[in-house]
């Protein structure tokens, strides 16, 4: 099969095209033959940082996580899913995993559920990493109806997706951006806009919960932004992070009783520990999206395979809107 393969870590040219063996299934696995697959940021890192992140597989190395396909082959032991089955997941890439950047990839039944219906390959493609993390998040930070909801980062790959999910489950959201050609998007999935370059983090709460504070803050930038959803939290509120590589000083989580959680979805797949929950939730990402409340944004440059150096590239830039997806 037709793959591209990672000999040496580094740049976006470290992707080379390669004829590698059809991979073989084992006990639990199906065999998928991959139509798209997303780029996310940690695949970018993955790629860049190589040995320096303990998750990383050895080279030659097949990259690549979340995917939609269509299943070859299944194991004898694999009872929910048959050939011809669509489905999408996150499933490889990782350690001894093999990716998605391939023609065909061997993928644990319990990463997987069955494809949304109404959504084509590329767009099942895009949602698997990023609405796992999304609504593990939410979940975490005990989000419900009327609850109102900050997300930072809005109009990312997570923030997006954060941003349905929090409303399919009944909250009112608010989302900093910050570029306004992202102002329509906003509107579209149902977001008050904040312009996190100009408005302050005590104006907008002011605006949006009478200075009361958001019951949880979702922050798909983390960092020392952070810090403001911190001071952008009501007491004894949740915030979610999905980046919290730093150190950072507490004294206002502890001063205002916050729940602090962070969010690392690769958990499952790196430690091999409840990878049940990851097809429970793409089971009910499934439902949101074939009832219309939640639909990825795809990234309006199209990429084949044999681009993904440049998929890569576009998302480092940050000028992508929505997921960047290669078509396999």
Known sequence: MKAMVVNSYGGPDAFE????????????????????SSV???????????EALPFSPATPAILGMDFAGTV?????????????????????GLGALQGSLAEYMPADQRLIAHKPSNLSMKEAAALPLVAITAYEGLTR????????????????????????????MGADVS????????????????????????????????????????????????????????????LNGHVASTVSLLSLDLSLVHMKGLSLHVVFMLIQM???VRQQEHQDILKEVAKLAESGQ???????????????????????????TGKVVVEI
């Open 40 to 50: 996310n940021t940690v695949d970018t890192m993955i790629r860049e940082l190589g």
């Open 175 to 234: 989302a900093t951006i910050g570029r306004d050609e992202h102002v329509p998007l906003m509107n579209l999935i149902g977001a008050s806009v904040i312009n996190y370059k100009t408005d302050k983090v005590e104006d907008y709460v002011a605006k949006y919960t009478g200075g009361a504070g958001f019951d949880v803050v979702f922050d798909s930038v983390g960092g020392e932004n952070m810090l403001k959803s911190f001071e952008a939290a009501k």
């Open 141 to 168: 930070a005990n989000t419900k109806a009327g609850d109102k909801v900050l997300v930072h980062g809005g109009a990312g790959g997570v923030g997006h997706i954060a941003i349905q999910i929090a409303k399919a």
């Open 72 to 92: 070859e082959a299944v194991a004898d032991d694999v009872t929910d899913f048959q050939v011809g089955d669509e489905v999408y997941g996150c499933a490889g």
């Open 17 to 36: 095209v390669a004829d590698v063996a059809e991979p073989d299934i084992q006990s639990g696995q199906v065999l998928v033959k991959v139509a798209a």
């Open 294 to 320: 939640l639909s990825p944004v795809l990234d309006d440059v199209e990429f084949t395979l044999e681009d993904i150096g440049k998929a890569h590239e576009r998302l480092s830039a940050g000028k992508a």
């Open 270 to 272: 790196i430690h091999g």
